[in-house]
């Protein structure tokens, strides 16, 4: 079946590192694939997305390459700030069954 | 405009309330969705509406009952709960338009249900 593995959390960095949150996934056909952020206390908000194989989706300095060969969505960031400490959810669509497959989710926090 | 907006931001309720979630969104979008979400877990999809009908229910207990009053509202309504029900309850809307393959989820900031 449709499914999505992240790696696991939670992830601690330094202000000013570089992120790499890794996503693999299992799917028929070629679904979209997306990331989520949600940040405490809040609902998820749409970080980017990608639709076919080589696209690249990039938002707020994230950026996520959609690799079929290796099944992979990984999402980095070059500095990461301590704004962006929250839960990152990636995600693919897949039209037949209209439903998001959602990973398991990488919490993140930033030290200043 | 991607906003999709939930109302209340928390509620609390006994077991023997009945109260309801609302959901509104003005993209024009023809699918909306309810999700339920606990502590540092993903969102489940408990629901979907496809151009005003209900096209997917998730097996989701009867003491939960979705309502699609028009396309840019959708109502989670909410009776004789346990505290098992206690989570973060979340609304998404999608273009869903025919004939792509694929479609985008915006999210609302979610309702945080609390059942005594």
């Known amino acids: 079946g449709n499914s999505v593995t992240q790696m696991e959390g939670p992830v601690t960095l330094s202000e000013e590192a570089f992120l790499t949150i890794n996503c693999t996934y299992t799917a028929t056909g070629y679904p979209s694939l997306f990331w989520y952020v949600q940040y405490p206390g809040e609902g998820l908000q749409l970080l980017l997305k990608?639709?076919?194989?080589?696209d690249k989706g990039s938002n707020k300095g994230f950026e996520a390459t959609y690799r079929k060969e290796t099944t992979s969505f990984h999402l980095e960031k070059g500095s990461v700030q301590v704004s962006d400490s929250a839960v990152y959810f990636c995600a693919l669509y897949y039209n037949q069954g209209g439903k998001l497959i959602f990973g398991q989710g990488t919490e993140l926090s930033v030290k200043p | 405009d991607t906003e999709v907006t939930q109302t209340p931001k928390h509620l609390v309720m006994g077991m023997t309330n009945k109260k309801s979630l609302k959901c509104e969104q003005h993209?024009?979008?023809?699918?909306m969705y309810w999700y339920k979400q606990k502590a540092k877990k993903p969102p489940e999809l408990m629901f979907v509406y496809s151009y005003e009908k209900l096209s997917i229910n998730e097996s989701v207990p009867s003491r939960f009952s979705p309502e699609c009053p028009n396309s840019s509202l959708l109502n989670l309504h909410l009776h004789a709960l346990q505290p098992e029900d206690s989570a973060l309850y979340l609304c998404a809307s999608s273009r869903r338009l025919a004939g792509t393959s694929t479609d985008t989820q915006y999210f609302g900031p979610g309702t945080r249900l609390t059942v005594l």
């Open positions: 990608a639709t076919k194989a080589d």
């Open positions: 993209m024009g979008h023809r699918a």
